[in-house]
């Protein structure tokens, strides 16, 4: 049974809450950060998956919602927490 909900309107919510654990200082407790990855990232990748097609841009294309400094910054963040450790044992 498909969802009635608007697919970009599902997208951006999950996605907004994928943001806010990301840029919220005091999630920054790897295992909320965890546990919130592991319910969003599956979620996002279906909503992503429901959205409509739409055709390719043509002519100019817009420039990035997110500069290289505060994509950097998110990565950062989010290496801080899981460092380079392998992780297969995480516990949610």
């Known amino acids: 049974m498909e969802s009635e909900q608007d697919p970009i309107a599902e997208f ?3 996605a907004g809450r994928y943001v806010a654990l990301i840029e919220d200082d005091s999630a920054l407790a790897e295992r909320r950060v965890i ?3 592991a319910e969003l990232l599956p979620a996002l990748y279906v909503a992503a998956l429901r959205l409509p097609d739409v055709p390719a841009l043509s002519g100019h ?5 997110i500069t290289t400094h505060q994509q950097q910054e998110m990565y950062r963040r989010l290496a801080q927490l ?3 450790e392998k992780r ?5």
Do not use: C, E, F
């Open 61 to 65: 294309v817009p420039d990035s919602l």
């Open 82 to 84: 899981v460092g380079d």
């Open 12 to 14: 951006k919510a999950i």
């Open 88 to 92: 297969q044992d995480w516990r949610l």
């Open 35 to 37: 546990s919130g990855l």
